[in-house]
């Protein structure tokens, strides 16, 4: 899905592009006030696909600065998150279903088992962020079908 993210994006910015439309204005735009942007959204997306792992591994989570100014940026992030993901094994993460895994949400704690974390909340979050910045150009005119969101088109 992330090879997918950045599908999406690429069209994002080419869309920007033909149309005159400042890339700035579609990295900034919301589906709602109360809703973050799309940089925001790309960035969380990345920050629960390099979570989910290195939690249920046991490993540090990389860490990544949210520094993304531009497509580009964007781009690059997505990148070394894919490429990081390749250094696990699935050995790493075979036999983590039952392991704890507390995580700060805001103010609160969370505990869950290491399925649990993975099906329901880094799983559920993921998808969420990604679908979100999807719809967010979608909504900004970019021609994305639901092709485009599973990479093809």
Do not use: C, W
């Amino acid at each position: 899905m992330l090879k997918n993210l950045s599908h999406v994006l690429s069209k994002g910015e080419a869309f920007a592009a033909e149309n005159g439309i400042d890339p700035a204005d579609l990295l900034a735009a919301r589906l709602a006030p109360d809703m973050l942007p799309l940089t925001k959204q790309v960035q969380i997306a990345t920050d629960h696909a390099k979570g989910a792992p290195a939690r249920l591994a046991g490993r540090d989570i990389l860490k990544i600065d949210d520094t993304e100014a531009n497509f580009a940026d964007l781009q690059a992030r997505i990148a070394r998150v894919r490429e990081h993901l390749e250094s696990y094994r699935p050995e790493e993460i075979d036999g983590s279903e039952e392991r704890p895994i507390v995580i700060k949400a805001g103010a609160i704690e969370l505990s869950f088992t290491g399925q649990q974390y993975l099906l329901a909340y880094a799983m559920g979050n993921f998808y969420f962020h990604v679908v979100t910045a999807y719809d967010i150009l979608r909504h900004k005119g970019a021609p994305l079908g639901k092709g485009v969101f599973f990479g093809r088109g």
